[in-house]
């Protein structure tokens, strides 16, 4: 599987529904992340970026496609950047 950095940016009506509501979406994305076979390994939040961070395992690329779309179909999302990642042991091995 590829390590995926994927970065979020919530449209201002989500981030206002955060602020007026907060709590841990965690277990929500990791729901997302499951029903498409992915895996969430890490959900950060950039405040000064209005920026969601999640780290996560993708199979392929279908299982990224279906991820995607599954947020941005929620109507939450201004945008979404999905950036493979390797390890540093990964990347020597590679060299």
Not at 16 to 23: D, E, S
Not at 45 to 58: K, M, P, Q, R, S
Not at 70 to 91: H, L, Q, R, Y
Request: a negative charge.
């Amino acid at each position: 599987m590829t390590r995926y950095l994927i970065e979020h940016s919530p449209v201002p009506q989500a981030a206002a529904a955060v602020i007026k509501n907060p709590q841990d979406r965690t277990e929500a994305i990791r729901t997302i992340f499951e029903s498409v076979g992915d895996r969430l390994e890490h959900y950060y939040i950039a405040f000064e970026e209005n920026t969601i961070y999640l780290v996560g395992e993708i199979p392929d690329q279908d299982s990224l496609a279906a991820l995607v779309t599954s947020i941005w179909g929620g109507g939450v999302s201004m945008s979404i950047k999905a950036k493979p990642n390797i390890t540093a042991t990964e990347a020597v091995a590679e060299c």
